[in-house]
């Protein structure tokens, strides 16, 4: 498996391009709704909500780290919440400058394989694991916001690209359980899909591989995960704390998001706002723009404009939201990457002397 580090050296005139263009969406998004209305209701941004906004962005990771550890002490042992608090930063770092947020895992399973000696599979299962975890919640909210949308006042074809992207994104989400439950169905499944995308891949990667290696790998991994995730199921104790910790990371994360509108005097309605913010991280996880930068706004100023949430008012949020939940860890992201660079260089010196 490709390590966020190789993909990001790989990928990195591609990556910058991405997030330039993000970020020129942004721009065009908040000239073409008023940037200097946009500026007048940034400058009278109350502080100290967006600091307690804030402090609510370190507790969620907090509770990200502690749900992960638990993972960890089921499949094999974990490092403590320290050394994990840093190593998901780093992650974060990944997610964010990678599209569809596809970085954050690798890297995780790649810093345990080299400084806490678990082996790479069994850390790649821990991660993944994790991830599903965020399925339960997202699963009510969805259902519901399918529902939802249809009696809002919005286009036939937004209408149907939301509710796609719901139920697709809960396909792939119930497909990675079923692999933890049902290994050899799922397994038959997912080589079914690989051999049917293979030569399409193969056009684009460019790269020469056969298909019993890539199917080798399906194999392997789908084997890995699915032992360490049925490990996870079977104690009823760990699933239920990870499930409760969930639950209360996905109502910070919308508790932060509704201080941000806060920030700025407004008071979205809940109902709506939740399920508006939860088809904003669905399109995060596009394969598209790292971050989804000027998508997601997008997304939000159409969406709130139909519950009466003022276009000016929905980007001056999302920007604080951007400041809160994107910049402030991927800087720190950066910071513990580079730490753990130095400390791998200093190993790879050492086993050569």
């Not at 020129?24 to 073409?32: D, K």
């Not at 042992?77 to 930063?89: D, E, I, R, Y």
């Not at 910049?327 to 513990?336: D, K, N, R, S, W």
């Amino acid at each position: 498996m490709q390590t966020t580090s190789e993909f990001i050296h790989e990928h990195k005139w591609g990556i910058l391009i991405a997030i330039i263009i993000g970020i020129l969406i942004i721009f065009i998004v908040s000239v073409a709704v008023g940037l200097q209305d946009i500026i007048n209701v940034l400058k009278d941004a109350n502080l100290q909500i967006i600091a307690i906004a804030m402090l609510l962005e370190i507790v969620l990771i907090c509770m990200w780290t502690e749900r992960w550890s638990l993972i960890l002490k089921v499949i094999d042992k974990s490092p403590g919440f320290s050394k994990l608090f840093v190593m998901m930063f780093a992650s974060l770092f990944g997610n964010n400058i990678t599209p569809g947020a596809a970085g954050g895992e690798p890297m995780r399973a790649y810093l345990l394989s080299k400084f806490e000696n678990i082996s790479f599979d069994l850390a790649f299962v821990s991660a993944s694991a994790d991830r599903v975890f965020e399925f339960f919640p997202f699963v009510l909210v969805s259902a519901f916001a399918i529902y939802m949308i249809s009696t809002w006042h919005i286009g036939f074809w937004s209408t149907i690209f939301i509710s796609l992207l719901i139920i697709v994104t809960m396909a792939f989400f119930g497909l990675l359980i079923y692999v933890g439950v049902k290994r050899e169905i799922a397994e038959r499944i997912i080589l079914s899909i690989a051999r049917s995308i293979f030569p399409y891949a193969l056009k684009i990667t460019k790269k020469e591989t056969t298909f019993s290696a890539v199917s080798e790998q399906i194999q392997y991994y789908v084997e890995r995960f699915s032992t360490g995730f049925a490990t996870v199921l079977q104690d009823h104790k760990m699933f239920v704390l990870g499930l409760s910790i969930s639950f209360l990371m996905w109502g910070t994360d919308m508790l932060r998001m509704y201080l941000c509108f806060a920030a700025v005097g407004s008071s979205p309605p809940i109902i709506p706002m939740i399920i508006i913010y939860t088809i904003a991280i669905l399109i995060t996880i596009l394969p598209t723009i790292p971050g989804a930068l000027g998508l997601r706004e997008v997304t939000m100023v159409g969406l709130f404009l139909v519950v009466g949430v003022p276009a000016d008012v929905v980007i001056a949020a999302s920007l604080i939201d951007r400041v809160v939940s994107y910049l402030m860890p991927t800087g720190v992201g950066i910071i513990a990457t580079a730490y753990y660079g130095k400390l791998l260089a200093k190993k790879d010196r050492s086993s050569s002397n």
